[in-house]
């Protein structure tokens, strides 16, 4: 079947597509007030518009293409929760309307031929998007929300453990997370609500974290925050570029909460370069002059301890003090690393990050 200039096909039962649909302009619409509709076939129906106004769900158990525009009008598309699942697919410029918390894709959306893309995902009462920015083109990549504990997932075969929330290194949420995939390094950018409950993982919204489960390490990584807005209600954390399809699944991090009740602050983020030349050799905190009587940690971006001291006075260089570093005589490898100083005299906890190079 083939549609020219402004047709326009309407379905109010399922549809089975066992030939080729190429809809090379005009539109498909998916209709039906009091039952859900169900896509089924052997073949990808290529679709130029469509529009779904289906309130109890719009099931896809075969992908539908769109090469140009979606409408969700009422209802959810609906597929299965793993990436080999139907998808609904958007080819090279194509675009959608009219997403929201009542007309989304609950389950795996993806794209084609695009470098730039926010995923209109969620589940079955909240749109959850997950914008991606690639460094080139994508030829493909997929995404999915689960508002799941992805310690405890139910839609996922494997745990992926989440950390004691006594280590202040890294805290992950136990709230929700996207899986995604793409073969390029790529920036992300999440979105929170009140049920996120953001404000357990930092007490500052700059401490937020985008964190992945690591496929090749089998642990939960930082991957940065280089942009933040909103407040712990509302708002959104960017990445830093990372390749999606080296982790298993995506969602929020943070330094964790203060203890002993102190007031938590963000001090500045530092460079540390321990070469010799008598620049940024060591990591100095202007207030610990104010209070002699503190304790500093230092975790890399694992959430690993690598260095402790009661008492600091801003000596640290790159050598670590933990049994648990490697080669430590050598000094700690070159990258990120978080540091919590709690200013006993003060009554007061601070945190940043340093960056530690040659």
Excluded at 284 to 293: G, K, L
Aim: charged share 20%.
């Amino acid at each position: 079947m083939r549609l020219h200039n402004e047709g326009a096909l309407g379905f109010h039962l399922d549809f089975s597509n066992r030939g080729p649909f190429v809809n090379s302009s005009g539109l498909v619409g998916f209709y039906a007030d009091e039952s859900p509709l169900k896509v089924t076939g052997s073949q990808i129906p290529e679709l130029y518009d469509i529009e779904v106004s289906v309130p109890e769900g719009l099931f896809l158990e075969v992908p539908i293409l769109i090469n140009n525009n979606a409408n969700f009008i009422q209802g959810d598309v609906q597929t299965g929760r793993n990436p080999n699942s139907a998808t609904l697919q958007f080819n090279f410029d194509s675009f959608y309307t009219g997403e929201r918390d009542a007309s989304k894709v609950d389950g795996y959306a993806s794209l084609f031929n695009r470098q730039e893309f926010t995923f209109p995902v969620g589940d079955s009462r909240r749109l959850r998007t997950l914008r991606l920015e690639s460094m080139a083109i994508n030829a493909r990549a997929v995404c999915a929300y689960f508002p799941e504990n992805p310690g405890q997932p139910l839609s996922l075969p494997d745990p992926f453990p989440i950390p004691p929330t006594g280590n202040p290194g890294i805290v992950v949420s136990d709230k929700e997370f996207w899986v995604l995939e793409s073969d390029l390094p790529s920036r992300v950018t999440l979105g929170w609500d009140a049920r996120s409950e953001v404000g357990r993982l930092s007490d500052a919204l700059e401490g937020l974290r985008v964190v992945g489960w690591s496929k090749a390490e089998q642990q939960w990584v930082d991957l940065g925050n280089t942009d933040y807005q909103g407040t712990t209600d509302a708002g959104t954390v960017q990445s830093d570029y990372f390749v999606p399809s080296d982790y298993a699944v995506l969602t929020f991090g943070g330094a964790g909460l203060p203890e002993n009740g102190y007031e938590i602050l963000t001090l500045e983020n530092y460079y540390l370069s321990p070469n010799g030349d008598g620049i940024n050799e060591y990591l100095v905190i202007e207030a610990v002059s104010e209070s002699p009587n503190n304790a500093i940690q230092i975790y890399n971006r694992h959430g690993l301890l690598v260095y402790e001291e009661e008492n600091y006075q801003n000596d640290f260089n790159g050598i670590s003090n933990s049994n648990l570093a490697i080669n430590k005589e050598k000094g700690l490898e070159k990258g990120i690393y978080f540091y919590l100083i709690s200013f006993h005299d003060l009554g007061q906890q601070h945190q940043g990050y340093f960056y530690l190079t040659d």
